[in-house]
């Protein structure tokens, strides 16, 4: 299996792992060093705070992707598979334009985070680095919209039934 293809199908799992093993270690150590030495430090809320965020934004993309965001399909069931697909074309491109308008003003708060120099107050570390989080999410949704819509656009051509995501309940 090329590098590629293990990107593309894994990208946002080993990323939510990564921020959510930082969150839950970091954490940890914080709650044993308030109990048992009555001291606890700024950086460490910090790194939770902005793994969570990341959590939230990277894991967002995941659900465009896999399709597990919240969504009412209670007419779906009673379309064929040529209407179904052009109803998720007609939302993947809604969310591609709110998406694409989301990356616009998010990248201008981080280009005024940059261009002031602003850093976070525990770890002395530039803003950048955790404002990024938006816009990374956003292009990773923009990525995985397209793909979507490149599916949705193959399964209305052809006729065959398209890709609705794995049911959490039937």
């Given at each position: 299996m090329n590098?590629?293809?293990r990107l593309?199908?894994?990208?946002?799992r080993w990323a939510l792992l990564l921020f959510y093993v930082m969150l839950v270690l970091t954490m940890a150590v914080e709650v044993l060093r308030r109990e048992i030495f009555s001291y606890s430090s700024i950086w460490g809320e910090e790194i939770v705070r902005y793994s969570f965020i990341y959590l939230a934004w990277i894991g967002a993309a995941a659900a465009v992707k896999d399709?597990?965001?919240?969504?009412?399909?209670?007419?779906?069931h009673y379309l064929g598979p040529r209407p179904k697909a052009l109803?998720?074309?007609?939302g993947d491109l809604v969310m591609f334009?709110?998406?694409?308008?989301?990356?616009?003003?998010s990248w201008e708060t981080v280009y005024v985070?940059?261009?002031?120099?602003?850093?976070s107050h525990g770890l002395r570390v530039s803003m950048v680095w955790f404002l990024m989080a938006v816009p990374i999410g956003f292009a990773l949704m923009i990525l995985r919209l397209t793909q979507s819509f490149l599916h949705d656009l193959r399964s209305f051509r052809d006729g065959?039934?398209?890709?609705?995501g794995d049911k959490l309940f039937d």
């Open positions: 590098l590629l293809h593309n199908r894994d990208a946002e399709r597990a965001h919240i969504r009412i399909d209670v007419i779906m109803l998720y074309i007609f334009g709110v998406a694409v308008i989301a990356l616009y003003w985070s940059w261009k002031f120099g602003s850093v065959t039934p398209v890709y609705e």
